[in-house]
């Protein structure tokens, strides 16, 4: 009875839905086919409007409703950026301000294209355990994987696999060994199909181009 349960709650964690009603846990919603462009799907979406709204102030638009891939950070991973600099910046001035209509162009159009990959990535293409190493639009590399997890502890007869989105520190690669966790960003919802690419949507504890505190 025990082990029927944990199946059961596994299901019901897999297929949750946000308050919009839209599944959004990695594994993809029961249709990965949006139905609309890659812009118009962020537009539309609550967990994903104010990508949209970075993405046309670096005039990147035609850029993401090209042929290619994107993995998206949400809305709360960019309050995670701004948060982040407002806090270094109240260490010099209590009283400053920071928004997102303050953030630079330059920021925006040096490393908003780190998501952004030429072709599609689907999820089925994905090369397991150490994953590939993809380079972006803006000559970042980025290694992309799929990779079983332990979390239901052996009470599954397959291991569920999450697809990773892991950045590079430094001018080469660590060993696979010793990458830090810290690097690698789990995928929330993987595979969406936009009329024109794919859509991998990130957790929302990623911090907007992985900015860390000085």
Partial sequence: M???IIILTAVVVLYSCDKDGNYLVDGGISSPEVGTTTMEFFKAHSQLDTLALLIEKA???DLVNGNNTIFAPNNLSIKNYVNAILADMRE???QAEYTIND???DTLTKYMGGYIFSGKIRRENMTKDQGKIYTAVNGE???ISLEPTDQYNNELD???EYVYFTYKQGDDWDEWDNIDDDDKVVVKTSNLIST?????????NHT???FERD
Avoid at 196 to 204: A, D, F
């Fill in 59 to 61: 005039g990147m638009a």
């Fill in 196 to 204: 024109n690419g794919v859509i991998h949507v990130l957790q929302g």
């Fill in 92 to 94: 010099i001035d209590p």
């Fill in 158 to 160: 397959s291991k569920p």
């Fill in 103 to 105: 953030i630079p162009l």
């Fill in 141 to 143: 590399e980025k290694r």
């Fill in 208 to 210: 907007l181009f992985n």
């Fill in 2 to 4: 025990k082990k029927i």
